[in-house]
């Protein structure tokens, strides 16, 4: 299994000089199993260089969004594999509150786009599961997914294939102030012994209460859940769009000293565009 960032930023797009180490791409992830299968988990800004990769191949791939909000869709009308012929591209929406499963297709109508959805060459299939379904396969790794801590919903996958464990949980807010959808003891489970988990770290304790029940974790949170489940690999994900390199580098440098403080056996890093971790 290989896994690359290709988006690592929370919110919006930063573009610039202060954003070239981490990069400025919003919310992607490819993974690519063994036998070649392509599983991508969210469609921001990121999705568009990866296309460039894809593109030249013509197995299916799989989409997981975590949810609709902007920064996870919004580079889906530039993924090049939607404009191929007979391309077959399975979208799996995120159990957010409100059923708006082809919201990602809709931004491509009306006057927000010049290319209409309907009259893409390529294949696309939603896969909308049904509410009770929190487990599936693609091909030989085995999809399961959890409710995320957010404004609108969403959801967090954990993916297992090759022998390795990798969990996604991205915009999910550990502690929110609002009804939790998913504890944080169910949140260890979910993640328990995980080769690699990606978590939200938008913000720092040094942020809150003003950033409460905006829906991300702070680092300090993600770090704690980690070490709880005992992973053997944290990312640090989602970075906030305000924190510069230097910023994100006092993130990482801060989260590994937490880790030094505990003794924890965790390997514990910022995620990077471009950045690829074969398990």
């Given at each position: 299994?290989?896994?690359?960032?290709?988006?690592?930023?929370?919110?919006?797009?930063?573009?610039?000089?202060?954003?070239?180490?981490?990069?400025?791409?919003?919310?992607?992830?490819?993974?690519?199993?063994?036998?070649?299968t392509?599983?991508?988990?969210?469609?921001?800004?990121?999705?568009?260089?990866?296309?460039?990769?894809?593109?030249k191949?013509?197995?299916?791939?799989?989409?997981?969004?975590?949810?609709?909000?902007?920064?996870?869709?919004?580079?889906?009308?530039?993924?090049?594999?939607i404009?191929?012929?007979?391309?077959?591209i399975?979208?799996?929406?995120?159990?957010?509150?409100?059923?708006?499963?082809?919201?990602?297709?809709?931004?491509?109508s009306?006057?927000?786009?010049?290319?209409?959805?309907?009259?893409?060459?390529?294949?696309?299939?939603?896969?909308?599961?049904?509410?009770?379904?929190?487990?599936?396969?693609?091909?030989?790794?085995?999809?399961?997914?959890?409710?995320?801590?957010?404004?609108?919903?969403?959801?967090?996958?954990?993916?297992?294939?090759?022998?390795?464990?990798?969990?996604?949980?991205?915009?999910?807010?550990?502690?929110?102030p609002y009804?939790?959808?998913?504890?944080?003891?169910?949140?260890?489970?979910?993640?328990?012994?995980?080769?690699?988990?990606?978590?939200d770290?938008?913000y720092?304790?040094a942020d809150?209460?003003?950033?409460?029940?905006?829906?991300?974790?702070?680092?300090?949170?993600?770090?704690?859940?980690?070490?709880?489940?005992?992973?053997?690999?944290?990312?640090?994900?989602?970075?906030?769009?305000?924190?510069?390199?230097?910023?994100?580098?006092?993130?990482?440098?801060?989260?590994?000293?937490?880790?030094?403080?505990?003794?924890?056996?965790?390997?514990?890093?910022?995620?990077?565009?471009?950045?690829?971790?074969?398990?």
């Amino acid at each position: 299994m290989e896994l690359t960032f290709y988006g690592v930023r929370g919110s919006v797009p930063t573009p610039g000089a202060e954003y070239v180490k981490y990069g400025g791409n919003t919310a992607c992830v490819h993974i690519e199993l063994n036998d070649g299968t392509d599983i991508i988990i969210d469609a921001g800004t990121g999705i568009r260089t990866l296309g460039q990769k894809l593109v030249k191949k013509d197995a299916d791939i799989h989409l997981l969004l975590s949810h609709n909000h902007w920064d996870h869709i919004q580079g889906f009308p530039f993924f090049a594999p939607i404009f191929q012929p007979k391309r077959n591209i399975h979208i799996t929406p995120g159990q957010t509150t409100l059923g708006e499963h082809d919201n990602i297709l809709k931004q491509m109508s009306g006057s927000y786009f010049p290319v209409q959805f309907d009259t893409l060459q390529s294949s696309i299939l939603l896969d909308v599961k049904a509410e009770n379904i929190q487990q599936w396969h693609i091909g030989e790794a085995k999809i399961t997914r959890q409710k995320i801590n957010h404004p609108g919903g969403g959801s967090a996958y954990s993916i297992i294939a090759d022998g390795k464990k990798v969990v996604y949980i991205t915009d999910n807010e550990l502690y929110p102030p609002y009804k939790k959808s998913t504890d944080f003891l169910d949140w260890v489970e979910f993640a328990r012994d995980a080769d690699l988990v990606v978590h939200d770290a938008q913000y720092m304790l040094a942020d809150m209460p003003g950033k409460a029940g905006w829906g991300h974790s702070v680092a300090e949170e993600a770090v704690k859940l980690t070490m709880a489940c005992r992973a053997k690999r944290l990312a640090l994900y989602s970075h906030d769009h305000s924190r510069t390199d230097d910023n994100v580098a006092a993130v990482e440098a801060h989260c590994q000293e937490l880790v030094a403080i505990a003794e924890a056996d965790l390997e514990l890093f910022a995620a990077a565009e471009g950045m690829c971790i074969t398990l």
